[in-house]
């Protein structure tokens, strides 16, 4: 699918129709489509998934986290979400059964911490805790940045200078599947492969990293993927 008709597609089906375009097109990347499945290879239904908990995928490369999250209720369009370098667009907000699911990189913004398979220092968290007033956040314990999982991912607090990039997602009411199909925000891949390309060539076998991903891709929870998550 090219820019244009994912464009096309994502204003038919996905909310998108109301997209600021910047001149150099970083808002909008399209990619291959995957199929969200579940890890024994059945399909993933978005009706399993638990309000509050993460789960994580890997999209649109098979080194690159993303956070999918049931909020547990409708969650609304924002517009005028803004990247570091002043471009503006419009989020789509939620999709699924409720328009609650939300998708978004787990590669932080500011300094890139994400979730690996030993170890996550940044994660969803439903509820206010004594370290933080805010509720339905993704939480960075590097530094504490927070970002608003109702609203795009907008910062909330701490040094990240922009919103995580969104993963557009794409719902199927009739077979209640997801499928990935592009990113919305400010992506950082190209700074993430820069930095960690030497451990994520050995963990994917060479170039396999930075090659998209095929046409499904294993969605599974977060403490199931990751052996410890840190909490702050
Ligand atoms: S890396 Fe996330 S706040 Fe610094």
Known sequence: MDRRSFIAACGAGCGLASLHMPAHGDVVRNFPRSVLTAPDGRPFRTSVLEPGRNYVFHW???????????????????????????????????????????AYSAICSHRLTHPTRDISFIAYRDKATSHSPHDRVIHCCSEHSQFDATAGARVLSGPAPQPLATIVLDYSAERDELSAIGTLGADVFDRFFSSFGFRLALEHGGKRATKPVGTTVIVQALDHYCRQQVRC
Do not use: M
């Open 60 to 102: 649109p490369f098979p080194a690159t986290p993303c956070f999918l999250l049931d909020i547990g209720e409708k969650v609304g369009a924002r517009k005028n979400l803004r990247t570091a370098s002043g471009h503006a667009y419009d989020w789509p907000g939620g999709v699924g059964p409720r328009q609650s699911v939300v």
